[in-house]
Nanobody, 115 residues
Framework: QVQLVESGGGLVQPGGSLRLSCAASGSIFSIYHMGWYRQAPGKQRELVARITSGSSTNYADSVKGRFTISRDNAKNTVYLQMNSLKPEDTAVYYC?????????WGQGTQVTVSS
């Protein structure tokens, strides 16, 4: 069992930055592939970025060059650095841990990009 707690969301102006954190507990963090997803009102949840247990990364096209995912296995934490934020990045951001067939989600943190 893995518990995930996101933090770092908030209100930011367009062009600004935020760093989301996801703290994991309850299992061996390093073996899990970790991801950040987001869900905007009226839209489906979508993958933002993913980092494997071996630290390979991939990103949604909409955030490439602006967002960076990283992990610190010593702190059981995964991060999402978000730069050059746009109003269309507004969503609830969710942390995910998976290693088939196990799949865990955090409760989400709101990110609002608005002037």
């Amino acid at each position: 069992q893995v518990q995930l707690v996101e933090s770092g969301g908030g209100l930011v102006q367009p062009g600004g930055s935020l760093r989301l954190s996801c703290a994991a507990s309850g299992s061996i963090f390093s073996i899990y592939h970790m991801g950040w997803y987001r869900q905007a009102p009226g839209k489906q949840r979508e993958l933002v970025a993913r980092i494997t247990s071996g630290s390979s990364t991939n990103y949604a096209d909409s955030v490439k060059g602006r967002f960076t995912i990283s992990r610190d296995n010593a702190k059981n934490t995964v991060y999402l650095q978000m730069n050059s934020l746009k109003p269309e990045d507004t969503a609830v951001y969710y942390c995910n841990a998976y290693r088939s067939p196990l799949d865990y989600w955090g409760q989400g943190t709101q990110v609002t990009v608005s002037s």
